[in-house]
């Protein structure tokens, strides 16, 4: 992560302070947040009690049969008169980092002017060159679903709020303006010691390594606008104006007409959770399954208006085109994989088999061994000529989550987490991709970078915030062993290690070398995870059931 300035900067531009604090004064004269209704949805119970899933038997835990309605995820839990859906199920007897995690949690919020307003990114910073102190909206949608579920939806509110307003911030880097719809990668706090006052500093992907602008912010701020309405059964939020604005401005900047021939997301390196240099250019699975979530996300917010319905519209017609394209084309098992091997190349037709050009040479050894004969992944990415075969975790969770994947698919995912428990789980979930880019593979792809090694950090690292999507994924196949035995494993480490950002090697057994401890998200992911092991009725906050208008007929998947 990068460093902002010493100097006070907005919209990519330097700023005096009397220039900083009029903006804060613009801000508040131009839409007044506190004037907005508080939400009206259902009080949450939080003194229910029933025996958590690690005390169910031998059919709760082997259970393969997915949830084919998201409110009947509650059946996985022993029937209970106080099991009621959308009530907070709470562990008589929590695990003892449970109570550590979230003191550590509450520890990280950042106020402005007296109201929290998001988490920082990491309690450890000691290292003022790098941004840790700053709230990033990827990085603080685990936290707002841990309060989400936790019954303090204010936190989140304020933050959905907060973010929109610095959306419609002038956005410049150099002399070229960014897109209106752009949502922040971050934002810190800024205390005005002379005129005693509290600004916002917003980046925009002006301050970040190779200043790229963050993709995923505009997706995981509809996702999480949704999870908030669908938690709480406040919907006056997402009916603001500003909020149907917000989510108009984002649609207009991902559903407008070009050059492309597909219905992905052309994107550059380092625009997602992944933000440095990684080969993740062009079509990565980790864009695509966003965007495919957040229009799906955005079709329950967006109001019956003449505005409205002209993105429903357009929506639907993405989302058909967008399903088709990467549960085609994106998508690899092993009867897959043997037809890959087979592909001839230089097809010049409509009929073309190898639509891409894909060269069978370039199938990368370990494909053949890593593939289990009953399993599958969607690849990270696919453009011409180009097939990357890395399995990247929050593009296939996020799949399953949103239903990009069918429930075969789904359930092909999760064996294949299953079958390559050791290389994807290891000694602590989960990998972020697998397998590493090593030797001049590395030199090439990363251009050296030493913070990209071999099984460190985005480059195959352990990242425990990832446990959350794992979670969410295995509930929703009906599976929430899987999850069970990786939250098991993550306990015997993470309070003891100081809950690290992410972890290094084949296994992950060693604390990254460049990670922060106290890292937020690595709580928050642990605790969201906890919680929807103990009430799988949460799941709704987070997953989308099938369209069966977007299930296409596929005819060369081993899986299907």
Known sequence: MSSFPMDWYQNGSLRSSDASSNAAETDEKELDFSKVDKPRGL??????EVNSLSELGKDGENSSH???HLENAASLLPNTSTNTPGALVLDPHPHPIVSE????????LVYFRGQPVGTIAALDISDEKVNYDQVFVRDFVPSALAFLMNGEPDIVRNFILKTLRLQSWEKKIDRFHLAEGVMPASFKVFHDPVRNRETLIADFGESAIGRVAPVDSGFWWIILLRAYTKSTGDTSLAELPECQKGMHLILNLCLSEGFDTFPTLLCADGCCMIDRRMGVYGYPIEIQALFFMALRCALQLLRQDNEGKEFIERIAKRLHALSYHLRSYFWLDSKQLNDVYRFKTEEYSHTAVNKFNVIPDSLPDWIFD???LNGGYFVGNVSPARMDFRWFCLGNCIAILSSLATPEQSMAIMDLIESRWLELIGEMPLKVCYPALEKHEWQIITGCDPKNTRWSYHNGGSWPVLLWLLTAASIKTGRPHIAK?????????LLKDNWPEYYDGKLGRYIGKQARKSQTWSIAGYLVAKMMLEDPSLLGMVAIEEDKHLKPVLRRSNSL
């Open 43 to 48: 009080e949450r119970c939080k003194s229910c």
């Open 66 to 68: 997915p949830v084919d």
């Open 101 to 108: 995690g979230w003191e550590a949690l509450r520890r990280s």
């Open 370 to 372: 890593f593939m289990p």
């Open 485 to 493: 035995r990786a939250t098991e494993i993550a306990e015997t480490r």
